[in-house]
């Protein structure tokens, strides 16, 4: 079973949307990207007529409220009224129908504008699910072959990109909202879709389904690229990690494969070649670690070494004892993975 | 069809003697009465209404800062998913049950439920599922994979602990009760009926519960089912959801929405039965469009089943199927519509009265739009791509459960506690207590939605402060705090009015329906005689005179006072399904241990199966078949009595 969906844009609710667009980086509200698509012109059609139905239901029941509010006695005997059946007719089949209808009609056409990119994709990437990280595959031949990173997703900016989604344990779900709405990663199956970054910059996603104790801690980016900047990445990431340039740094690759890194992490071009966490042949060219769960500076490097099991309880890391002088060198060593 | 005599006086102190339940610990254990029974589950249920509110206050804590470190992840896990269980099945659907188990034979004119003993089972079977559900808890092993417990989460690989055995043996449990519930309800109204009161003058509660029931018969299977499955995949690694051995993590997903959805209308739709039953009396006239709100209420438990699959939009579906769906889900807005209206158009041509119980069905109808259309804009898939599992949708859930569901349920209590103990609640504190769940609910949960379109997703222990989350949920966690207290309020007057509530006499708000007839409290027997009844409105006849059209029929009046004694023992009338005519005298059962034995030997078997203590589970099994050979046992009865 396959989805292809395409990157959405802006879905803006205009309840509380005061001041709120450019707050956070996971704004739903912000977009990157272009107006009047016809998903814009859904959001916008939902959240004025929601907007519209509960003012007028509020003043109606206030205004029931205020005509009546000072009789507090009930000396008022019983009365039968007029039917009423008017309120009924428009109020609750006549104009509810139309708006709905209107709503289904747009949403069935939305649904089938955004089915597939007009362009074929420039690239299609495997992101696979974890507990709790994302590994990203790049497929196909040239720079692309063999580059794997892992909770970071480079594209390149203006061009479709497919995404092939797929889960090495439990359930989790591909969110990144200025690019795209949710599409589930699913046991057994691969579902696909498709994202298109219109200007270059860094968008953050998270995990959007439940998958068990660090489901908070399971972020993922986007980070689109001028093309020809894109390419050069794809080049650098393929490359295999350079040989250790200090005795520093070829103590810290002693470290590495003494201390059961390598049982667990690859780094290409040594003999470290673990299949269970992220591939670190590039970790120092990324942003964050632990999938989004700290900035990556040195500092946070060494202290996810020798504290993971306190800053992301549960996950597979785990806390390893290394001799303070072992762990700068460590470090050291991983640093120059770019 | 059984002659009906009218009398002038009944036998009274008979009647007592008959239907009352001996003394002494015997009498609380066997009892089958069911104004016994269902203040009994009114008060369980706010009992883990309490419970739940303090683990989402736990949380709320622990969200109102980002990067608190007050829970474990785990803890938290823990937390959220009984908080879900607790309020959706434990809290939500047996409330309203207690409501309709009180309140039912009053209204419908009768001395009993249908199946009185197995209205004590049902009881008994939810309070000992609720012990077995928080013995998880007590242990440190509650379920923690949330109220939905997607599998493959859930499995043993990703989950060995105790804890979603207890979450699937808990729901079995617990469904049992629920199933032998709904029965016990639909047999009531098809049969204990007083004469005259056809499908016709049902009262809106009636056909809220009635359908509730009739859905929930449908539903569960679904939910046994998966949980069965769950339990032998975790217990014996069989493979219904495990992909790698050809299961299929989404056949759970299908079978917990088929139940799931329709459950959402099973919790509501009793409730939008009750403010339907309040609105007219405050409004001091008959609901407006009553046979279209009665139609929208089956109604919309029959589109509930064709709705489930909006919860698994992005787990990547064929746009055909997707599109089937939306459109179903976007069509139930439909007869809720005609509800509101039916509600609005009663305030404004009515002359209300705002009494408390009538500010709590007041909120409860802008709570409900609210709730309503932040529901249906899910319905656009697109739309729903973004906002599903997000705070959105927990804001909505909550406008839902809240707004339709415990709003309601106060505001009930407020009507119909002067009916169960005789004494009115304080007005004052009343109203204070509607403002401050009112205000405090509002803000807390409205700014969720705000929360969710900033991309903040459900069910994360906690956040990076960077993500500008922060303010949001500190309001949510004040206004939450807010809401508790004026929980708090609602639970400090009724113990107030027990002590000081003046006296209410059988009919404080001067309502139209027939369980205001009699004395407050009830007597044991209900009615000293059975009712005839000839209108929807039985006493309210008087007062809107013979001319008002579609209310009084040309036969004449109702009779409460004057009517058929059945006095020979526990005796009701049975009536048939559509017009209540009287077809039979029925005799009622005797009080019984064995509901409450049965319900023990269950809960043994449960704790045998979780614990794989294998004997226990025997044990408790053989208990269970000793206790319906000893329930079923047949009875010689007296001469003369009639069976």
Redesign the interface.
């Known amino acids: 079973m396959t989805r292809m969906s395409r990157r959405r844009a802006p879905l803006v609710f205009a309840l509380g949307a005061w001041g709120m667009a450019g707050c956070g980086p996971l704004n739903t509200l912000a977009r990157d990207g272009t107006t009047g698509s016809s998903e814009t012109s859904l959001g916008w059609f939902l959240v004025i007529v929601s907007c519209v139905v509960v003012l007028i239901v509020t003043i109606l029941v206030l205004a029931a409220w205020a005509r009546s509010r000072g009789r507090q006695t009930r000396d008022d005997a019983v009365f039968s009224g007029s039917s009423g059946l008017p309120w009924i007719a428009w109020g609750g089949v006549v104009i509810p129908s139309v708006v709905l209808v209107a709503a289904f009609l747009f949403t069935i056409g939305t649904l089938d504008a955004v089915a597939a990119p007009e362009r074929a994709p420039a690239a299609t990437i495997q992101v696979i699910g974890h507990q709790w990280w994302w590994e990203v595959r790049y497929e196909g031949a040239g720079e692309a072959q063999g580059v794997v990173t892992a909770n970071e997703i480079h594209v390149p900016v203006g061009e479709p990109v497919r995404l092939e989604l797929s889960t090495s344990d439990v359930i989790h779900s591909f969110w990144v909202p200025e690019l795209a709405g949710k599409t589930d990663l699913i046991p057994g199956q691969t579902n696909t879709t498709w994202i298109e970054a219109r200007h270059a910059g860094v968008f953050g996603g998270t995990c959007g389904e439940y998958c068990g104790a660090q489901h908070a801690h399971m972020q993922i980016r986007v980070i689109a690229d001028p093309p020809a900047r894109f390419r050069q990445w794809l080049v650098d990431q393929g490359a295999p990690a350079g040989p250790a340039s200090d005795p520093n740094t070829a103590d810290g690759l002693r470290v590495f494969m003494t201390s059961g890194c390598a049982n667990c992490h690859s780094i290409r071009g040594t003999r470290a070649g673990g299949a269970v966490g992220p591939d670190l042949t590039h970790i120092a060219s990324r942003t964050t670690i632990a999938a989004g769960a700290l900035p990556n500076t040195q500092g946070n490097l060494m202290g996810w070494i020798v504290a993971a099991q306190a800053i992301k309880p549960g996950s597979d890391m785990p806390t390893i004892a290394v001799p303070a002088r072992d762990l700068q060198s460590l470090a050291a060593y991983l640093e120059t993975l770019k | 069809m059984a002659t009906i005599a009218p009398i002038s006086t009944a036998p009274i102190e008979r009647l007592h003697e008959t239907w009352e339940s001996r003394p002494g610990l015997y009498g609380v254990l066997a009892t089958v009465d069911h104004k016994t029974i269902g203040k009994r589950y009114l008060v369980t249920a706010v009992i883990f209404l309490i419970i739940g509110g303090i683990e989402a206050l736990i949380m709320r804590v622990q969200l109102a800062h980002a990067d608190t470190h007050l829970l474990?992840?785990?803890a938290y896990?823990q937390l959220f998913s009984m908080h879900g269980i607790t309020m959706m099945f434990w809290y939500a659907s047996p409330i309203l049950s207690g409501f309709s188990n009180y309140i039912w034979p009053l209204m419908l004119g009768s001395r009993d439920m249908a199946y009185p003993r197995v209205n004590a089972l049902s009881y008994w079977t939810f309070l000992a599922s609720g012990i077995f559900i928080y013995t998880a808890l007590c242990i440190g092993q509650a379920p923690n994979?949330?109220w939905f417990g997607?599998a493959?989460?859930s499995l043993q690989p990703?989950?060995p602990g105790l804890n979603m055995d207890f979450y699937a043996l808990g729901l079995i449990f617990l469904t049992a009760s629920t199933t032998v519930r709904a029965i016990n309800f639909i047999g009531t109204v098809m049969k204990m009926r007083a004469p005259g009161l056809s499908l016709n003058r049902l009262p809106i509660f009636v056909y809220g519960t009635m359908t509730a029931s009739f859905a929930a018969i449908f539903a569960l299977p679904a939910l046994t089912a998966g949980c069965v499955f769950l339990y032998l995949e975790r217990q014996f690694h069989m493979h219904f959801f495990?992909?790698?051995q050809g299961g299929?993590?989404?056949l759970w997903q299908h079978l917990f929405w088929i139940l799931g959805h329709p459950w959402v209308y099973i919790i509501v739709l009793p409730a939008m039965g009750m403010v339907s039953e309040m609105i007219p009396t405050f409004c001091?006239?008959?609901l407006?469009?009553y046979p279209?709100v009665a139609l929208?209420t089956i109604a919309t438990g029959l589109i509930g089943f064709g709705v489930w699959v909006h919860h698994m939009f992005?787990?990547?579906?064929?746009?055909v199927s997707?599109?089937f769906f939306?459109?179903a889900s976007?069509?139930i807005?439909?007869p809720s519509?005609?509800?509101?209206?039916?509600w609005?158009?009663?305030?404004?041509?009515?002359?209300?009265?705002?009494k408390t119980p009538l500010l709590f069905a007041?909120g409860f109808?802008?709570l409900f739009?609210?709730g309503g259309?932040?529901g249906?804009?899910t319905?656009?898939?697109?739309?729903?791509?973004?906002?599903?599992?997000?705070y959105f949708v927990v804001a909505h859930i909550h406008y839902v459960l809240i707004g339709i569901n415990v709003f309601p349920v106060i505001g009930a209590f407020y009507y119909w506690i002067p009916k169960m103990t005789g004494r009115m609640m304080n007005e004052t504190l009343g109203k204070w207590n509607f403002w401050t769940m009112f205000i405090g609910f509002n803000l807390g949960f409205?700014?969720m939605?705000?929360a969710?379109?900033?991309?903040?997703?459900?069910?994360?222990?906690?956040?990076p402060a960077?993500?500008?989350?922060g303010t949001v949920n500190l309001i949510t966690t004040i206004g939450a705090f807010l809401f508790a207290i004026g929980v708090l309020l609602f639970v400090i007057n009724f113990f107030v009015s027990r002590r000081k509530g003046a006296f209410a006499g059988s009919n404080p708000?001067?309502a139209?329906t027939l369980e205001w007839a009699m004395e407050s409290p009830p007597p044991p027997y209900n009615f000293a005689v059975i009712p005839i009844v000839r209108s929807r409105l039985p006493l309210?006849e008087d007062?809107?005179?013979d001319e008002?059209?579609g209310?009084i029929p040309a036969e004449g009046r109702s009779h409460i006072t004057e009517g058929a004694a059945l006095a020979e023992g526990r005796e009701t009338f049975g009536t048939s399904p559509l017009e209540a005519e009287p077809l039979h005298v029925l005799h009622m059962p005797e009080d019984s241990l064995f509901p409450f034995l049965l319900a023990i030997a269950m809960l043994a078997t449960a704790y045998g199966l979780v614990f794989s203590q294998w004997w226990l589970a025997i044990l408790g099994g053989v208990g269970m078949l000793a206790c319906l050979v000893g329930w079923l046992w047949p009875r010689h009865l007296a001469t003369g009595e009639r069976a």
């Open positions: 474990s992840p785990e896990n994979d949330g997607y493959p989460v990703y989950n495990d992909a790698a299929s993590p989404l001091r006239r008959p407006v469009g279209y929208s992005a787990t990547g579906l064929p746009a997707m599109s939306s459109g976007f069509l807005t439909i519509a005609i509800a509101v209206f039916a609005i158009a009663t305030m404004w041509l009515g002359k209300p009265v705002w007041a109808v802008v739009v609210i259309v932040s249906v804009v319905a656009a898939v697109p739309f729903d791509w973004q906002v599903t599992d997000t409205f700014p939605h705000i969710g379109l900033l991309g903040m997703p459900r069910r994360v222990y906690t956040y960077s993500s500008g989350w708000w001067d139209g309210w007062q809107l005179g008002t059209p209310i």
